[in-house]
């Protein structure tokens, strides 16, 4: 055989494999660090102890949920397609699109309108999405 072919297919070779290592490297989901959503959790409880702060614990719930799937790469351009993308993976999905749904109407609510069983459920439902996604141990 020709050394010139042998050389040209061993370059070839090395050329295709380190393309398809970038491929899977890109596509792998970052790993998550628990502890960071942990904290980042803890904080958002705080939230909780006043009326007048439960919209701030929804949408920092929401927040960090969108976190997660943009760290596991769902696709979408907001936080309601990344989570159509990931209703598959999350084991309470009507109790997570309960608290995003109530996470958008709180823009334009009366926080003394809010219930707290509502609050509860919405909070309960993002912490399940994020231990269903690795994000909260």
Not at 18 to 42: C, D, G, L, N, T
Request: proline share 2%.
């Amino acid at each position: 055989m020709n050394p010139l072919l042998i050389t040209a297919i061993s370059v070839g070779s090395l050329l295709v494999l380190a393309v398809i290592y970038y491929f899977v490297r890109r596509r792998r989901a970052r790993k998550f660090k628990p502890e960071q959503f942990s904290q980042k959790w803890q904080e958002l409880q705080k939230h909780c102890a006043s009326r007048k702060t439960w919209p701030l614990a929804i949408i920092d719930a929401d927040s960090l949920l969108d976190e997660a799937l943009k760290k596991r790469h769902y696709k979408g351009k907001t936080t309601g397609e990344r989570l159509v993308a990931a209703q598959h993976d999350l084991t309470s999905n009507e109790t997570v699109w309960f608290g995003h749904k109530l996470r958008n109407q709180i823009d334009g609510q009366d926080v003394r309108k809010l219930k707290k069983q509502d609050v509860l459920s919405a909070l309960n439902g993002f912490r399940q999405a994020l231990k269903d996604m690795g994000a909260l141990k």
